[in-house]
Each structure stands twice: as C-alpha cells, then as structure tokens.
Nanobody
Framework: QVQLVESGGGLVQAGGSLRLSCAASGRTFSIAYMGWFRQAPGKERELVTKINWSGSTIYYIDSVKGRFTISRDNAKNTVYLQMNSLKPEDTAVYYC???????????????WGQGTQVTVSS
C-alpha cells in the first residue's frame, strides 16, 4: 500500500501563486507515475499534470501550460505542484494521485490523497 499526504492549498487572489506538496509513504517503489487531479463543483475529476518516477515524462493539461510546474524529490518521496498566475477557473479541490502502471485518467490511479481546496478569487 501507498499513503499520500497533501499539504498546501488555500485562498489566493487571481494572479497569485500557491504550492502543493504530496508526500508518499509505504511501498513507494511500486509507483510509476504521480500526478495531480482537480475537481470543481459539478465537474468531473480531471488530470492536471503527471510525472514519472525518473522525471523524464511530464504532462500538463493545456489550460495550465506555462503556469503550473510539477516536480519531484525522490529522496523525500514528495511531488510538488507550483501554481503561478492563478485564475478563478483554477478553483477546485486538488488531489494527489499515484499509479503503478499508467496515469492517464482518474480510473488508472491506484492511490489518492485526501484532497486540498484551492480557491482563486477574482
């Protein structure tokens, strides 16, 4: 089993920045991908970004390209999401996720964090 603990999030004005952290523990050697999903009220959970264990493969949804940066510190088993130039439409609950094989959708995630609220005011 793998446990994911998130931190960060909160309320910020449009144009501001936030950083989310996700610390993994347990059988972390089994993880191939880690990433961040978000879910706004009334919408499906969507994959925002993901990174493989070596950091050689990174994906971003188009709407966050150039504004969000995912990174990882394998020594700390931690993944970070730096969010800059935040917009009101980024408001959502953000979830850290990990997968043993693939992470193309929420269905492929094997482990989830508890979620953290990000609210961007206009």
């Amino acid at each position: 089993q793998v446990q994911l603990v998130e931190s960060g999030g909160g309320l910020v004005q449009a144009g501001g920045s936030l950083r989310l952290s996700c610390a993994a523990s347990g059988r972390t050697f089994s993880i191939a991908y880690m990433g961040w999903f978000r879910q706004a009220p009334g919408k499906e959970r969507e994959l925002v970004t993901k990174i493989n264990w070596s950091g050689s493969t990174i994906y971003y949804i188009d709407s966050v390209k150039g504004r969000f940066t995912i990174s990882r510190d394998n020594a700390k088993n931690t993944v970070y999401l730096q969010m800059n130039s935040l917009k009101p439409e980024d408001t959502a609950v953000y979830y850290c996720a990990a997968a043993r094989v693939r992470l193309g959708s929420a269905y492929e995630a094997d482990y989830w964090g508890q979620g953290t609220q990000v609210t961007v005011s206009s």
